[in-house]
């Protein structure tokens, strides 16, 4: 238990500590006036309240991903939530702050945009696809796993033999609704009450395991076994570690939510707790599962054979009903199920937020909302179709790899401005690392070169990168960002950059 209470304590800290230095390092303005208000159009451009914008990022960020990652990394033992804190503070935290600050600055534009101006037109080009496949990845995963989860739930507690794919086309109409709707119409007045019910139903769970007197927090593990990889099928913590845990420590796909809270948020001053305070938020929520499945299974052995007899969800199933009963463990796992659904219907909005920005097209109209939007579900319930467990392996390489295209973006963005950039720069080196070494060494999903040959070249290539991004960066452009007059009116002063 103090283990776990030593963790959550850190997150917060970094919160408090770390969170200031980087926000202190990007230099916020009070008086800019943000996209919320400059762009204000009453469908993705609509001033929210903080603490609404907070609960709505929280959701929008935690899909299954910090649940079923932690429950899949728990399996290397209580090393995983020494990789959730560190990452979350240290790479988590500060790519979110730079993904929402930076598309605040630049008139609440995506990834691909932010990517283009401060790498180049390549760049662009391949996160306009690259954040395009993500989505549906993540679209088609928070359809398959809830709907999965749900069909599991009704099927075991009643008589009813209800088919998966009722379920899918349920969550999918829903999805169609939520895209398309103005953001404060469904996300604004139903997030908040979803995100208050999340934080109630992780701490719920992880106040039965203490007064449980059958399963002890942590209570098997030694201080010492933190650093040992206890992974029972002899899989290699690095890299593999660093891609299964991605929501909890670092996620790409945060980097395609965050411009949607971007486009609400009223005051710049807001930015550390609505984007780094949600990724802090999700960290815990990480630990607790992490923590739940190594404490409620008993040992790494025992959840891996859960895990094989029913998935992630499972594990969730059974650990909840376990600790709260059917009444109470009903209501934490659908508090569980809600999280991939309210994250999936942004997935797909934020689809059509980048494919309306490529093709210069407005969204004001409901016409070219589903001009848009349409194309993006036919293709996500195409995907449907495809095995869970590979959508799953896809997505974990694109998260992490459009995480890596997002923390250079901050360090070009920093570099250029002469600022420090080492605090995205560090991170964004060890995530290329990870994800050049994976995908040469994966044998599935890339090369199936051997472990130190792939380490070496993705140590290299990261070295190469490195050097590219900070000489290409340093002093380039000459600031283009708006500057408000004493009224909080916005100027716009003319870029020009230097060959």
Known sequence: MIW????????????????????????????????????????????????????????????????????MGALYGPAAMLWIVVGCIFAGGVHDYFSGMLSIRNGGASVPKLAGKYLGPTAKHFMNIFALVLLLLVGVVFVSAPASMITNLVNSQTDLAMPTIVMVAI???????????????????????????????????MAALAFSS?????????????????????????????ITIACGAISGFHATQSPLMARCVENESNGRFVFYGAMIGEGVIALIWCALALSF??????????????????????????????????????????????????????????????????????????????????????????????????FGFANATTAVMMLWTATAYLSRHNKFHWITTVPAMFMTTVVITFILNNSTLGFGLAMDISTVIGILLTLMITVYVIKRSKGKIVEDEVVEGEQGQATTNVASEIN
């Not at 303005?29 to 469908?43: E, I, L, M, W, Y």
């Not at 109409?173 to 109630?200: E, Q």
């Open 171 to 205: 969550i999918f109409a829903y999805y169609v609704i939520a895209t398309m709707v103005p953001v404060d119409k469904v996300i604004g007045r139903l997030y908040p009450f979803f995100g208050a019910l999340l934080i109630f139903m992780s701490v719920g769970l």
């Open 214 to 242: 059958d399963h002890s927090v942590l209570g098997g593990y030694e201080l010492s076994q933190m650093f040992v990889n206890m992974n029972p099928h002899d899989l290699p913590l690095w890299p593999a570690l660093f």
């Open 297 to 394: 299974f008993d040992s790494v052995e025992g959840l891996s054979e859960a895990i094989m007899n029913g998935g992630p969800g499972g594990v969730v199933y059974d650990s909840s009903i376990g600790l709260l009963g059917l009444f109470g463990g009903i209501v934490a796992f659908m508090g569980v199920v809600i999280l991939p659904i309210t994250s999936g219907d942004t997935a797909f909005r934020s689809s059509r937020l980048i494919m309306a920005e490529y093709f210069n097209m407005e969204q004001k109209s409901i016409r070219n909302r589903l001009l848009m939007a349409m194309p993006l579900f036919v293709l996500g319930a195409i995907l449907t179709q495809v095995d869970f467990g590979i959508i799953w392996r896809y």
């Open 4 to 71: 776990f209470l030593f963790c959550v304590a850190a997150l917060l800290g970094g919160y408090y500590i770390y969170g200031a230095i980087v926000e202190k390092i990007f230099g916020i303005n009070k008086k800019r006036t943000t996209p919320a208000f400059s762009k204000q159009d009453g469908v993705d451009f609509v001033p929210i309240k903080t603490k609404k914008v907070y609960l709505i990022q929280l959701l929008n960020i935690a899909g299954v991903g910090p649940i079923f990652g932690p429950i």
